[in-house]
């Protein structure tokens, strides 16, 4: 029967394209491929609607079994996005899109600007007002790629000096790209999104042209907008800008201050707690000890020299002035449960010893004023030390032994 027919033609393809999504896991990409003729064969017989439409499905199979399979070139793959491009005018941009990433995955840049000056051109009726965002993202692409000349010639510019800049055909050429990208780019960046190169691309025209204030409006727009979204990297970029710009220390702490507060982990860390330590305001040497407290919380950290001997230095100084004995116990309060095994060991101790005697010891310094001179990191690290007859260990050891009061202050 006719019922019965459908029955068997919709299982046969829900089948196909199980064999499909198991051989795409399994990374057997000619395995998927014949899967994939099958079932593009098969839907020439399906007049039913799919919710996702068939062409889509095809699309983003296609796509992925032609970027891994090991007999395709670039020629196939272009061939098969311009069928793509045809068969669904609400995915036009889309994969145009995909197609120009393709493209400068394979470094053809040329032909990824001239597919976006196409992409740019396409209209179909009320289609083009509902994509207008992925219009405005390949005029943005667009503007990216102006940026990437433009970046070759001001390179060739620096390189070869005033001689080059003379050349009034290469100044006006320069300029031009300056001109396309910065429209392309600054519209982009006005949509509330994540917009990371495109920002630091446009900053980066603007700062060479001195336009500053412009720069410095852009930054702050991308990190404090509220209707953006939290992103880390734009404080970064804001960050990385006053400092260029040579900006007062309460500036550059306030823009690490937010940061600190989204990504306790980030690198960045370090230069915020030194920052922080050479202030003489009580208040900041505080939030200085918590951030490098926050940051060793981290497994990433773990072997970080710096971090530790920044942590090591504060807790020294404090042990020896005996002042804010009382920022060290809040801070351990919350850690004495975990830190021991995860920074402690004795496993860890003969690691560090091997791999980096420094690491170890600033870690040993911390962990004897923390645990005590019975905690097992450091009676390892400071005995390792003291075999080796390097002097520094042998003080070590001594100021431990000789401040282990404040051990027994500190866990109370």
């Known amino acids: 029967s006719s019922n019965e027919h459908k029955l068997n033609f919709k299982k046969s393809k829900e089948a196909c394209l199980s064999y499909i999504q198991d051989a ?23 007049y039913s609607r799919e919710h996702i439409g068939p062409s889509e499905m095809i699309w983003r199979i296609g796509t992925e079994i032609l970027w891994h399979h090991s007999h395709s070139s670039m020629k196939e793959f272009n061939c098969f996005m311009e069928q793509m491009k045809t068969l669904g005018v609400k995915r036009y ?16 840049i040329d032909e990824a600007y001239q597919n976006l000056s196409l992409a740019e051109s396409w209209r179909f009726g009320e289609q083009t007002a509902i994509q ?34 003379s050349d ?7 300029h031009g790209y300056f001109r396309k990208a910065a429209v392309n780019l600054k519209e982009i960046i006005k949509i509330p999104g994540v917009w990371d190169v495109f920002v630091k691309c446009y900053v980066d025209l603007l700062e060479f042209y001195g336009d500053h204030n412009e720069a410095r409006q852009v930054l702050n727009e991308y990190a404090y907008n509220s209707k953006f979204p939290a992103n880390p990297n734009a404080h970064v970029y804001l960050y990385q800008f006053l400092k260029r710009q040579g900006e007062s220390k309460k500036s550059l702490i306030s823009a690490l201050k937010i940061l600190h507060d989204i990504v306790p982990s980030h690198e960045l ?50 042990v020896i002035s005996e002042k804010h004995l009382d920022w060290i116990k809040q801070e351990w309060n919350s850690r004495k449960d975990w830190w021991p095994a995860f920074h402690f060991s004795r496993y860890l101790a003969k690691r560090n010893w091997q791999e980096d005697k420094s690491l170890s010891y600033e870690k040993a310094l911390v962990a004897g004023i923390l645990l005590g001179k019975g905690c097992k990191y450091f009676k390892h690290v400071s005995h390792q030390g003291c075999k080796a007859q390097l002097k520094r260990f042998r003080m070590l050891k001594k100021f431990v032994n000789r401040h282990n009061p404040v051990y027994l202050r500190i866990s109370g």
């Open 168 to 174: 009034l055909a290469v100044e006006q050429e320069m």
């Open 93 to 108: 941009l889309k994969v145009c899109l995909e197609h120009v990433f393709h493209l400068l995955c394979n470094g053809q």
């Open 269 to 318: 860390m370090i230069d915020f707690n030194t920052m922080l330590q050479k202030s003489k305001k009580r208040k900041k040497r505080r939030l200085g000890l918590e951030v490098i407290f926050a940051a060793l919380d981290y497994a990433g950290w773990k072997e970080n020299a710096k971090a530790w001997s920044c942590l090591a230095r504060q807790v020294k100084q404090i």
């Open 132 to 165: 207008d965002k992925e219009m405005k993202l390949i005029q943005a692409y667009r503007g990216l790629l102006d940026y990437c000349s433009w970046s070759k010639q001001k390179n060739i510019l620096l390189e070869h000096g005033e001689d080059v800049f």
């Open 24 to 46: 795409l896991l399994q990374k057997q990409w000619e395995r998927a491929a014949e899967f994939l003729t099958c079932y593009v064969e098969s839907l020439e017989k399906d």
